[in-house]
């Protein structure tokens, strides 16, 4: 019976032009084989996954191909085939996480005072070498001073901060990236075509997103995906082998944020947890999501009317921000909650032109409350930047105080107008509008830090609103004072 090999070691790449979002490395490499000067030792950098080894065996090959040296190596003779299938003797692969220790590299040392019974370069790779002692350090550094003529070194590493400076300057440093989700897709799609199998778009989509960068990590996702789906591959095969929150349940929670839906919210969390899906895990996955629904969006294709682009931005924000605090947070469902809710409690940021082009089509949107942007969109962004100090301002004050930051979200109207911040109540809201007026001054500092600048704060309630409003009223785009009538809008605004 023939041994199965894996698809990540079938597909290992032969050729330098098979290595795929590492131009920048391919490239230098090369160059410095065509012009014959190729430096002694290279550190290979970059996290797992992204092609360091497959690079290094590359190099061995160009070194030792029976061609000569070349940027291409043949492929056909001896010394590549022998590279290719792991078994040739001028090339040295050592694990510096099992090896860390002097009497290792005295070892090495050794072995490599001498050529290789084959090939013009031995090719000495030393992987996860930042797990060598400091005394194994010191050895390697002499024989990176003076290495005999014949040796090449690659230390492949996936944490080079870890290594000492002096080996570090010692070597020609190639960082390699991660893997941009576009070219894992493909590379995806590629295989399962060459497997002989049909996979969805959106299936291959999900997988790329899935190994963060990874193309190892995604072509072995792949694999299970291959052994559990019949058929065609598609993204429900991909969540149920990977074990990924199903993207039905990120439409139905997006709905419930959208919507102010606090119950379904809480509910779609509790389901998170019950099936046991990490939550940190979920909320990188659901920023996945967004970003996927944002791109549809200015596309041209909506899932999701009631949201504007806007609004999805301000999500991932939040979702970023929480992404990295749900690591510490000592009971991330809570965390994950109040992030969640903490979205659902913003205000629907509309553009103006959007709104009015649906008007004209006869849609009325369907959110409830909405912020009519008060100019011209081409002052959109302006807007938007300060639609996200006031939240900014608002996440603020409830760190800071219940009372405040309920009293601030009551206000009937937010406009910041350069440095001052004023706060409009309704009669009906004269309990907060007292509350706000006692707190001023923790407002004010509050804001002022937010910003970055002092901060007047100026608070009004009913009556002397509509005197306000009145005056700003005239010489108001009518479109928006329409708009503003017929939505009973509050709004946000600078001028
Ligand atoms: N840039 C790439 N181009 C093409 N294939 C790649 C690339 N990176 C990884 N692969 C695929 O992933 C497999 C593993 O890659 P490789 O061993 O080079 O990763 P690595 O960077 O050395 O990872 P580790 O840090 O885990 O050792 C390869 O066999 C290949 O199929
Ligand atoms: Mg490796
Ligand atoms: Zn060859």
Same mark, same amino acid.
């Given at each position: 019976?023939?041994?199965?090999?894996?698809?990540?070691?079938?597909? =290992?790449?032969?050729?330098?032009? %098979?290595?795929?979002?590492?131009?920048?490395?391919?490239?230098?490499? %090369?160059? %410095?084989?065509? /012009?014959?000067?190729? @430096?002694?030792?290279?550190?290979?950098?970059? /996290? =797992?996954?992204?092609?360091?080894?497959?690079?290094?065996?590359?190099?061995?090959?160009?070194?030792?191909?029976?061609?000569?040296?070349?940027?291409?190596?043949?492929? %056909?003779?001896?010394?590549?085939?022998?590279?290719?299938?792991?078994?040739?003797?001028?090339?040295?692969?050592?694990?510096?996480?099992?090896?860390?220790?002097?009497?290792?590299?005295?070892?090495?040392?050794? +072995?490599?005072?001498?050529?290789?019974?084959?090939?013009?370069?031995?090719?000495?790779?030393?992987?996860?070498?930042?797990?060598?002692?400091?005394?194994?350090?010191?050895?390697?550094?002499? /024989?990176?001073?003076?290495? @005999?003529?014949?040796?090449?070194?690659?230390?492949?590493?996936?944490?080079?901060?870890?290594? @000492?400076?002096?080996?570090?300057?010692?070597?020609?440093?190639?960082?390699?990236?991660?893997?941009?989700?576009?070219?894992?897709?493909?590379?995806?799609?590629?295989?399962?075509?060459?497997?002989?199998?049909?996979?969805?778009?959106?299936?291959?989509?999900?997988?790329?997103?899935?190994?963060?960068?990874?193309?190892?990590?995604?072509?072995?996702?792949?694999?299970?995906?291959?052994?559990?789906?019949?058929?065609?591959?598609?993204?429900?095969?991909?969540?149920?082998?990977?074990?990924?929150?199903?993207?039905?349940?990120?439409?139905?929670?997006?709905?419930?944020?959208?919507?102010?839906?606090?119950?379904?919210?809480?509910?779609?969390?509790?389901? +998170?947890?019950?099936?046991?899906?990490?939550?940190?895990?979920?909320? =990188?996955?659901?920023?996945?999501?967004?970003?996927?629904?944002?791109?549809?969006?200015?596309?041209?294709?909506?899932?999701?009317?009631?949201?504007?682009?806007?609004?999805?931005?301000?999500?991932?924000?939040?979702?970023?921000?929480?992404?990295?605090?749900?690591?510490?947070?000592?009971?991330?469902?809570?965390?994950?909650? !109040?992030? !969640?809710?903490?979205?659902?409690?913003?205000?629907?940021?509309?553009?103006?032109?959007?709104?009015?082009?649906?008007?004209?089509?006869?849609?009325?949107?369907?959110?409830?409350?909405?912020?009519? @942007?008060?100019?011209?969109?081409?002052?959109?962004?302006?807007?938007?930047?300060?639609?996200?100090?006031?939240?900014?301002?608002?996440?603020?004050?409830?760190?800071?105080?219940?009372?405040?930051?309920?009293?601030?979200?009551?206000?009937?109207?937010?406009?910041?107008?350069?440095?001052?911040?004023?706060?409009?109540?309704?009669?009906?809201?004269?309990?907060?509008?007292?509350?706000?007026?006692?707190?001023?001054?923790?407002?004010?500092?509050?804001?002022?830090?937010?910003?970055?600048?002092?901060?007047?704060?100026?608070?009004?309630?009913?009556?002397?609103?509509?005197?306000?409003? /009145?005056?700003?009223?005239?010489?108001?785009?009518?479109?928006?004072? !329409? !708009? =503003?009538?017929?939505?009973?809008?509050?709004?946000?605004?600078?001028?």
């Amino acid at each position: 019976m023939e041994r199965y090999i894996p698809i990540a070691r079938r597909y =290992r790449p032969k050729t330098f032009s %098979q290595v795929v979002g590492q131009d920048h490395i391919i490239r230098v490499l %090369q160059n %410095q084989l065509s /012009t014959g000067r190729v @430096p002694h030792a290279f550190l290979f950098s970059g /996290t =797992r996954g992204v092609g360091k080894t497959t690079t290094a065996r590359l190099l061995a090959k160009a070194l030792n191909c029976e061609k000569g040296i070349t940027p291409q190596p043949c492929n %056909q003779c001896r010394a590549c085939k022998a590279i290719d299938q792991g078994n040739f003797m001028g090339l040295l692969e050592i694990d510096g996480a099992s090896n860390r220790g002097i009497d290792e590299v005295r070892n090495l040392q050794e +072995i490599i005072s001498q050529r290789a019974l084959e090939g013009r370069f031995r090719v000495v790779i030393i992987d996860e070498v930042h797990m060598l002692t400091q005394e194994a350090f010191n050895a390697l550094l002499k /024989t990176l001073e003076e290495p @005999p003529e014949h040796v090449v070194f690659v230390l492949a590493t996936t944490d080079y901060q870890k290594l @000492p400076v002096t080996i570090i300057s010692r070597t020609v440093h190639f960082h390699f990236r991660e893997i941009p989700q576009e070219i894992i897709k493909e590379n995806i799609m590629e295989i399962s075509e060459k497997e002989g199998f049909e996979i969805e778009e959106g299936a291959a989509e999900l997988i790329a997103q899935s190994a963060e960068g990874s193309l190892r990590d995604a072509q072995t996702a792949l694999e299970k995906v291959i052994a559990f789906s019949q058929g065609r591959i598609t993204r429900k095969d991909v969540e149920q082998a990977l074990g990924l929150v199903p993207q039905e349940l990120m439409g139905k929670i997006t709905r419930a944020v959208a919507e102010g839906d606090r119950k379904e919210i809480l509910s779609a969390v509790r389901n +998170i947890v019950l099936q046991g899906y990490s939550l940190r895990r979920f909320v =990188r996955d659901y920023m996945g999501f967004l970003r996927r629904v944002l791109m549809g969006k200015i596309a041209g294709k909506d899932e999701f009317p009631g949201l504007s682009k806007e609004d999805l931005l301000r999500y991932l924000n939040i979702l970023l921000e929480g992404e990295y605090r749900l690591r510490n947070a000592p009971d991330p469902r809570v965390y994950l909650e !109040l992030m !969640l809710l903490r979205m659902s409690f913003l205000r629907h940021v509309v553009d103006l032109e959007e709104l009015i082009d649906s008007l004209l089509k006869g849609k009325v949107p369907e959110m409830g409350q909405i912020d009519v @942007p008060s100019s011209a969109s081409r002052e959109s962004d302006k807007k938007s930047q300060v639609a996200e100090e006031i939240t900014n301002i608002e996440m603020a004050l409830s760190r800071k105080s219940a009372i405040l930051s309920t009293s601030f979200k009551e206000a009937d109207r937010v406009v910041l107008k350069g440095d001052i911040l004023s706060l409009f109540y309704s009669g009906d809201k004269s309990f907060y509008y007292r509350k706000m007026n006692e707190k001023k001054e923790i407002l004010r500092s509050v804001a002022g830090e937010v910003l970055g600048r002092s901060i007047e704060v100026e608070i009004h309630l009913a009556g002397e609103e509509s005197a306000e409003k /009145t005056e700003e009223e005239e010489g108001e785009d009518p479109k928006v004072l !329409l !708009l =503003r009538r017929i939505f009973k809008a509050k709004e946000i605004k600078e001028e």
